[in-house]
Antibody, heavy 122, light 106 residues
Framework: EVQLVESGGGLVQPGGSLRLSCAAS????????MHWVRQAPGKGLVWVSR????????DYADSVKGRFTISRDNAKNTLYLQMNSLRAEDTAVYYC???????????????WGQGTLVTVSS | DIQMTQSPSSVSASVGDRVTITCRAS??????LAWYQQKPGKAPKLLIY???SLQSGVPSRFSGSGSGTDFTLTISSLQPEDFATYYC?????????FGQGTKLEI
């Protein structure tokens, strides 16, 4: 079964840092682009970042550029999101999602993890 | 950035009804559009990709159409499990943007 399981969320003070992890199983992790998408409480979905299959290429939404870093460890089948200089507006459930198709990136997201909540508050 | 606008924002319907949700892109995106279903407290689920292709395992009562700037998601005969929020997403160009969502209520 294809599965993505996020971890690492929690309560952090403004200006603080947090690293999210996404453990993948049931598929060849190293063959897929991966994404992070977030959802503020009661709000819609916002794409955050993506990384190619070998980790050599990344993209970020303007709202997180320079503060967040996406990375992956294909040997551990794990995706990461390092979040620094956190702000109240970063409060959200963070989902990792796999690109639907092997090797190519068409930017359709399937499947998604269950999400991990990040709360930025003093 | 490409803006995605869904309508309506919410819709009330009954089991067995046919429902159509529309999504408009602020510029042409060819067929690079997906539809997702999200239930409360759950992750989104891919229903339709490339505007009209049904994702594996998704019931055939879901269908998508459109190209360019105007797209539709149709549920031919609503089932109780279909009451959820639906999002469109453009996959044409970075950053990949979502519509604001359409809440389908009983």
């Amino acid at each position: 079964e294809v599965q993505l399981v996020e971890s690492g969320g929690g309560l952090v003070q403004p200006g603080g840092s947090l690293r999210l992890s996404c453990a993948a199983s049931g598929f060849t992790f190293s063959g897929y682009w991966m994404h992070w998408v977030r959802q503020a409480p009661g709000k819609g979905l916002v794409w955050v970042s993506r990384i190619n299959s070998d980790g050599s290429y990344t993209d970020y939404a303007d709202s997180v550029k320079g503060r967040f870093t996406i990375s992956r460890d294909n040997a551990k089948n794990t995706l990461y999101l390092q979040m620094n200089s956190l702000r109240a507006e970063d409060t959200a459930v963070y989902y990792c999602a796999r690109d639907k198709d092997y090797y190519d990136s068409y930017n359709f997201f399937d499947p998604w993890g269950q999400g991990t909540l990040v709360t930025v508050s003093s | 950035d490409i803006q995605m606008t869904q309508s309506p924002s919410s819709v009330s319907a009954s089991v067995g009804d046919r429902v159509t949700i529309t999504c408009r892109a602020s510029q042409g995106i060819n067929i690079w559009l997906a539809w997702y279903q999200q239930k409360p407290g759950k992750a989104p689920k891919l229903l339709i990709y490339a505007a009209s292709s049904l994702q594996s395992g998704v019931p055939s009562r879901f269908s998508g159409s459109g190209s360019g700037t105007d797209f539709t998601l149709t549920i031919s005969s609503l089932q109780p499990e279909d009451f959820a929020t639906y999002y469109c997403q453009q996959a044409n160009s970075f950053p990949f943007t979502f519509g604001q969502g359409t809440k389908l209520e009983i």
